[in-house]
């Protein structure tokens, strides 16, 4: 069988077939790092870091590449309200991230490459799309001339006020038109910035990965990948001027877009207050529930995020991993079970994947001593193209031990602590108090005869 894609640029599925069968080059948009990364963040990490697995399955050598945006006004804010450097911001949450997505069984790129090491290259694309025609200097800026791509919106399939609509840019006088977009703009005495033909400044955010990505994967690639919200204007806008840049009829031969991830069916937002970090979660669930969980819908769909699904993917991993223990790996290795191979090969099926990985585990439980040597270690290579069930049971087992022991003493310190600082009116010390307890899984209820604590439903 053949791997099946689902094209956002032809909205089909076809057949994937790579430029060169010896590397597979696949693109994925990383990280802006400025905080720690919530879950919908980790959703393309672990789908793009499964794809690049099934595709080495396959094809053998694949080149990943991953980048890290740390140049961003976010950042540059960020920097500022804390009085340190960029680099300071950047290195914190790039670490923060890593160790992260380390924790979520997500492997590292091929390449990760940084903006800030890619400025030569941005500033040498630029210079092409201007003596192109394709860009326009303008009061200290370069912008992306949209009218001078006849395909502009082909991705996105949005017609023109569309596009303006949803661009969520300010329409500055000094644009031709009002979908124009960025290349570089001016940075002041407080900005980052670096010298350019156009001045101190620093490049728009489109163009660092179409730099990034023809560096080091080339002009034309096989897949990129990312976000659904990054169709437009991000990944329309690397069409144009990549297209543009390298005098091209395509960019990315295939394109791949996740869905959202939900909370209790609401989008995530700071507003509401249910932006949920990984580097939160992780104190509460083991990372491999977490990926469990991103792995439990299809990538393409929308995924709701709750306490139930993680009670439920835990419940599920006890189960398996009881069924493994006393199953020691054997030297022959197993190959994974082709219906497990097929599912993912037909556009990352990843709920009929788990279905057959399940499958497989009530296999086991009801076979024999002499077959379950062999079971065993088929189930290990199958759920191992997911990265799933590759820690020996035991260490699982003592992992779920030690998160769910309870130091009561602890616990009773940290309430009278709280305590005396609300009798001290430090309110902000009695929530951070309290919002460690829930990291912890305890909530506390304060009434007439005290403050009482149980642990939060798992």
Known sequence: MSIQIYNTLTRRKETFEPLDPERVTLYACGPTVYNYAHIGNARPAVIFDLLRQVLAHRFGQVVYARNITDIDDKINQAAADQGVGIDVIAERYTDAYHKDMDALGVQRPTIEPRA???????????????????????????????????????????????????????????????????????????????????????????????AMSAAHLGPVIDIHGGGQDLIFPHHENEVAQSRCAHHSEVFARFWMHNGFVTVEKRKMSKSLGNTLTVHQLLKRWPGEALRYVLLSAHYRQPLDWSDGVLEQAVATLDRLYGLLRGHAVTKDAAMPDSTVIEALEDDLNTPTALAAINGLARQLGRAGEDERPALANRLRASAGLLNLLQQPPEHWFEQRQAETSIDEAAIDELIEQRKQARQARDFAEADRIRDELSSKGITIKDGPEGTQWEVASR
């Open 116 to 210: 800030t090491d890619h400025i030569d290259e941005i500033v040498a694309m630029i210079e092409r799309l201007l003596t192109s025609g394709h860009a326009y200097q303008a009061e200290g800026h370069v912008l992306f001339d949209i009218d001078s791509f006849a395909d502009y919106g082909g991705l996105s399939r949005r017609d023109r006020r569309e596009m303006i609509a949803g661009a969520r840019v300010d329409v500055a006088p000094f644009k031709k038109s009002p979908g124009d977009f960025v290349l570089w703009k001016p940075s002041d005495d407080e900005q980052p910035g670096w010298s350019s033909p156009w001045g101190r400044g620093r490049p728009g955010w489109h163009i660092e990965c179409s």
